[in-house]
């Protein structure tokens, strides 16, 4: 499958190409996954598509990338071997590897370490492992022992940050060298094509074998339908299975080999053209309800090192909430909301005020009640004196998700998905399209950018309204989901009411 445009493009004509690109461990790990992605990489032409605030964001943030912290952190430890340098670049033209720490090992040789942000030991790392021990052989060094250094979990933040505590050191020797002889001759092959076409000019025009899933290559492939196969509901492994057997729509997929109850709903919505409505499932929910009805919603912040006392790497830290409390079905909303000081650990206060709020009888109503719930516990953890009025607002909890998710409700539309953000708009025809702020990957790196502003900006005007305006766009987000929540709860109510033939 190949796009419409020319191999040569304008955009390719006017960079210039007198000096061959360097190719770099994250460069090889891109071309494994969509060889024309690392060639626009290394024509600086690849889009930005991560979570972190870019083109397709109206916001962008100087924040500091996770990596880079903890990469610092672990250079500035004390018990670095003597021999140790930092940083070390290792260059084998094309290629060119970067080893956080490399320190001689007795008998003569050296032992390679890469310190990632993650908690957990990667694929991706071994690979980059692999990559390093290539261009260190080809650079005439000998590699005896490699390590990756990733964050310990069960780490929590105290008073002071103590470098050792925060990384497990994993030996991965025995696994590099059990996958370096398939990578060296990848490697070798790549050598030669670059040489021969050093920004991978052959690539420009090449799909991916996965272009569905792919950032680049999903591009330029035709938008398809709601009944797509890649739609399918949990489709994973089975929707692949199924587009190789030459099946492209849900609808023309026998119904045996749909093994999911919510799958076979999927496909007769697509029949019918209209949405699936189990009424008495959603009377059930709306009846499990009682008033006075509290929607809750947090934002919640998470970086690799651990900002707060007692937290962990990545734990969401929540630092804003919004509530809207309905005395009784369709009576007029009364809005709370806190939102933290982001120079100062206000977490204290912030349960404080949402327990306040939420004192008293009522259904506590969220969607998707594994995350709030998950914060709550962690607060009422570090706050054990709260720890009681904690497990009341959570054994008050209930989860809008539930009948999304068991599909009582769901449209021809939705697409397999259940999220608040799917939802809202079939049901009410409102989005978050006005917002600035309108994810919560954007709301993190606002808040983290926030807490990044001196405490002192305030006394520069221009930062003081940049400030004050980025504030204000955090709490209108978290306000749109609660508000979002009070709107779908209006539309099953009347879902229910039409089916009793009430409205």
């Known amino acids: 499958m190949r796009n419409s445009r020319s191999p040569l493009t304008p955009t390719s004509l006017s960079r210039p190409r007198f000096t061959a690109p360097r190719f770099t461990a994250e460069d090889y790990l891109l071309f494994l996954r969509c060889p024309r992605s690392a ?23 100087p924040v500091r990338r996770d990596r880079d912290e903890v990469r610092e952190i672990a250079r500035e430890r004390r018990s670095l071997p003597p021999g140790c340098e930092l940083n070390r670049l290792i260059t084998a033209p094309p290629f060119e590897a970067v080893a956080d720490l490399w320190y001689p090992q007795r008998p003569e040789g050296i032992a390679t370490v890469i310190v990632r942000e993650a908690t957990s030991l990667k694929q991706a790392y071994l690979i980059e492992s692999a990559f390093i021990r290539y261009c260190a052989q080809m650079a005439g060094e000998t590699v005896t022992r490699q390590f990756v250094h990733y964050l310990d979990r069960s780490y929590l933040h105290g008073d002071e940050l103590e470098g050792d505590a925060l990384f497990i050191s994993a030996d991965v020797t025995r696994r590099v060298g059990l996958m370096y002889g398939e990578h060296k001759d990848r490697l070798d092959a790549l050598r030669t094509e670059l040489t021969a076409d050093p920004f991978l000019e ?12 792919c950032p680049v290559c999903s591009a330029d492939l035709t938008p398809v339908g709601d009944d797509h196969i890649t739609n399918l509901y949990r489709g994973g492994e089975l929707a692949r299975r199924l587009l190789a057997e030459g099946y492209e729509a849900i609808t023309d997929v026998p119904e045996e080999k749909l093994p999911h109850a919510r799958q076979r709903i999927q496909q007769r919505t697509l029949v019918s053209g209209r949405p699936h409505i189990d009424a008495d499932a959603i009377s059930r929910f709306l009846e499990s309800i009682s008033y006075p009805l509290h929607y809750l919603d947090f934002e ?11 937290t962990h790497p990545w734990e969401h830290v929540p630092y804003l909430f919004s509530i809207h409390t309905e005395e009784a079905p369709g009576a007029s909303l009364a809005h709370q909301w806190f939102l933290m000081d982001p120079h100062h650990d206000q977490r204290r206060e912030l349960l404080r005020s949402l327990l306040s709020i939420l004192e008293g009888d009522g259904t506590v109503l ?21 720890s009681a009025a904690v497990e009341d607002v959570t054994g008050r909890m209930a989860d809008l998700l539930q009948p999304f998710n068991e599909f009582a409700y769901y449209h021809n539309t939705q697409r397999g998905k259940v999220k608040l953000k799917t939802v809202l708009p079939i049901l009410t025809g409102e989005d978050y399209s006005d917002l600035v702020v309108k994810d919560g990957y954007t709301a993190n790196f606002a808040y983290r950018y926030l807490a990044g502003m001196a405490e ?40 229910v009411g039409r089916s009793r033939g009430e409205l």
């Open 202 to 213: 052959r690539h420009r025009d090449t799909i991916c074998s996965r272009p569905h899933t």
């Open 300 to 310: 919640a912040v998470s970086s690799a090192v651990p900002r707060y006392s007692g």
């Open 39 to 61: 060639h626009l990489k290394l024509c600086d032409e690849l889009p930005n598509t991560g979570p972190e605030p870019g083109p397709k964001h109206e916001l962008k943030f």
């Open 366 to 386: 969220v969607y998707g009640a594994a995350f709030e719930a998950g914060i709550l516990s962690r607060l009422g953890e570090t706050f054990p004196e709260q």
């Open 456 to 495: 002192d900006t305030a006394a520069d005007d221009a930062a003081a309204v940049s400030s004050a305006a980025l504030t204000d766009n955090l709490v209108r987000y978290c306000t749109m989901d609660t508000l979002a929540m009070v709107k779908i709860m209006e539309e099953l109510r009347s879902i």
